[in-house]
């Protein structure tokens, strides 16, 4: 039998039973995988563990239920329930791309402060040792949790013999309000949502052999704030020993760049939103979360290169970075790294007019009205044709002026240009092997029928094989195979995809489209350019 064929699944009870170091735990068998979902790895973190350090589960007796999602943590909950039919569609189109039409009931989860679970989904509950997949979720510092990618895993898991694991943490204010300018005592509260993230993988080296896991081969996979988590995870030297490889996708960004002045000002502006005043900030420590979480909709805290709540470091846990820069961190050196992000990232963002003209896409680019997310300081009437034109070239002027609009500006921002950066950064450190690549694949649009492009998070269903388009069959299996030869051995080549290592000298760069090739710093002239800005 080989890898990236069907067949590795091996889970015959209906109901497998494992004794992991806290206690017996009770899943179920779907498609022949092994399925345990809302494990504990922490305690619980309200009332006066609220803001503070995680802490490990407690033991339990008997056998615990884990055929049942778990709480993810306190945040904004949608519903369609009153939404305009129209953007129903739209949103149930989204909701099927990233299941890839597996049907999944949003309303099975629910929200709680105390949301330190996981779950695993593995091909054989035996003694063999398979590679690890560590998904952590991505929705910024702010929503997500690892449900759904749980939920579409399991022909990834069928046809590559990998153990997948996911995990709920501490997320917005619960996870990210730095108060350790009110208090000493809460001076690791703006980053324990990292220290859950820690705490769990901690729970995975001590019990992932009990589902045919290897400890020893545990590789990080998370796509735009899910990638921004493992980036600080690789600066964290209470992480170091806890993974061996990382793929980093659409995420990367400064570690360490906020500042306590910037995590001091973002909890004032939460607790005027609360209509707390300054001295009287322990009142945090007593209202429900329910009511926090309610008073804060509608909140903006996004800024500029940064997403609301994401870690204030401490110097300890995370290492400061007043330079902003990008950096690879000494407590990672060894761990290879596969990093890389999509062409239009920003769609979302800047789309609001597929019909534009050149000019207009000029005069959009003036005008900066996108600068909330990303700004393009020093672009003027002088210099912004020849941008244009760079980029119309780049692509040999194949891109209509809506995609080079969004192009220009997502290749800017952290999101599409960060990962070019990080990876010449990790690169420069000479230790571990990377490779870098970008996404040029166009994915339909939802609600915007016959448009497409490379959309921030396209391509990550097809990493763990969920297709809903089936034209992107093909590109999922490749995607697929490659992610997991990575997983299994720190290298993406297969006898299908020749992809060699990304170096600071030649900088060569896969591009996942149709036609996946690799070449030489293909975005050259891209980046240079956007250098100036």
């Known amino acids: 039998m080989k890898y990236g064929e069907k067949g590795w699944s091996l889970v015959k009870e209906a109901n497998p039973v494992v004794e992991i170091n806290t206690g017996k735990i009770k899943g179920f068998n779907r498609n022949g995988n092994g399925v345990f979902l809302g494990i504990p790895y922490g305690d619980n973190c309200d009332g006066e563990y609220r803001f503070k350090e995680p802490r490990p589960a407690l033991q339990w007796d008997g056998i615990w239920d884990c055929t049942r999602y778990g709480p993810i943590a306190m945040q904004e909950q949608g519903?369609?329930?009153?939404?305009?039919?129209?953007?129903?569609?739209?949103?149930?189109?989204?909701?099927?791309?990233?299941?890839?039409?597996?049907?999944?009931?949003?309303?099975?989860?629910?929200?709680?402060?105390?949301?330190?679970?996981?779950?695993?989904?593995?091909?054989?509950?035996?003694?063999?040792?398979?590679?690890?997949?560590?998904?952590?979720?991505?929705?910024?510092?702010?929503?997500?949790?690892?449900?759904?990618?749980?939920?579409?895993?399991?022909?990834?898991?069928?046809?590559?013999?990998?153990?997948?694991?996911?995990?709920?943490?501490?997320?917005?204010?619960?996870?990210?309000?730095?108060?350790?300018?009110?208090?000493?005592?809460?001076?690791?509260?703006?980053l324990v949502g990292q220290l859950d993230l820690v705490m769990a993988l901690q729970w995975v080296k001590n019990n992932v052999q009990k589902f045919g896991g290897d400890p020893a081969n545990v590789t990080l996979i998370g796509e735009s704030g899910g990638g921004i988590k493992i980036g600080h995870l690789m600066a964290m030297p209470a992480a170091k020993g806890l993974f061996s490889k990382a793929i980093n996708i659409s995420g990367s960004i400064p570690i360490g760049a906020k500042t306590k002045e910037q995590g001091t000002a973002e909890t004032l502006k939460v607790l005027e939103q609360l209509g707390i005043a300054k001295e009287d900030w322990r009142k945090l420590l007593e209202l429900p979360a329910e009511t926090i979480t309610d008073s804060l909709r509608g909140l903006r805290l996004i800024q500029e290169d940064t997403t609301p709540f994401y870690p204030t470091p401490d110097g300890v846990h995370i290492p400061f970075n007043v330079e902003r820069e990008y950096k690879a961190y000494a407590v990672s050196a060894e761990v290879p790294l596969l990093v890389g992000a999509s062409e239009e990232e920003l769609h979302m963002d800047l789309l609001k007019n597929p019909k534009m003209t050149w000019e207009d896409a000029r005069t959009e680019l003036l005008n900066q009205e996108f600068a909330e997310v990303q700004s393009l300081k020093g672009l003027s009437e002088s210099n912004v044709d020849t941008l244009i034109q760079t980029f119309r070239n780049a692509c040999n002027d194949q891109k209509r002026p809506w995609q080079i609009l969004v192009q220009i500006v997502s290749m800017r921002h952290f999101l599409g240009g960060g990962a070019y950066k990080s990876a010449i950064a990790k690169a420069g450190q000479k230790t571990a092997p990377v490779w870098h690549y970008m996404t040029t694949y166009d994915t339909p649009i939802p609600g915007m029928e016959g448009l497409a492009c490379a959309w921030h998070t396209a391509e990550l269903p097809l990493i763990f094989r969920a297709v809903y388009h089936e034209e992107a069959e093909k590109l999922s299996r490749l995607l697929a195979h490659s992610f997991a030869s990575f997983v299994r051995t720190g290298s993406p080549e297969t006898d299908e995809l020749d992809w060699p290592e990304f170096t600071v000298e030649d900088k060569k760069t896969m591009l996942f489209d149709e036609k996946c090739t690799w070449k030489y710093d293909p975005f050259k002239t891209i980046h240079d350019i956007l250098a100036l800005f």
């Open 79 to 190: 519903s369609l329930e009153g939404v305009p039919e129209p953007v129903r569609k739209i949103l149930l189109d989204y909701g099927n791309h990233f299941t890839g039409g597996i049907p999944f009931d949003k309303s099975k989860e629910y929200c709680d402060e105390n949301c330190l679970v996981l779950n695993v989904v593995t091909p054989g509950v035996d003694e063999k040792k398979r590679p690890v997949m560590v998904y952590i979720h991505g929705g910024g510092y702010t929503s997500g949790s690892g449900a759904v990618t749980a939920a579409i895993c399991d022909s990834l898991v069928d046809e590559e013999d990998v153990v997948i694991v996911t995990v709920n943490h501490r997320l917005n204010i619960f996870g990210g309000l730095y108060l350790g300018e009110f208090d000493e005592a809460y001076a690791n509260s703006g």
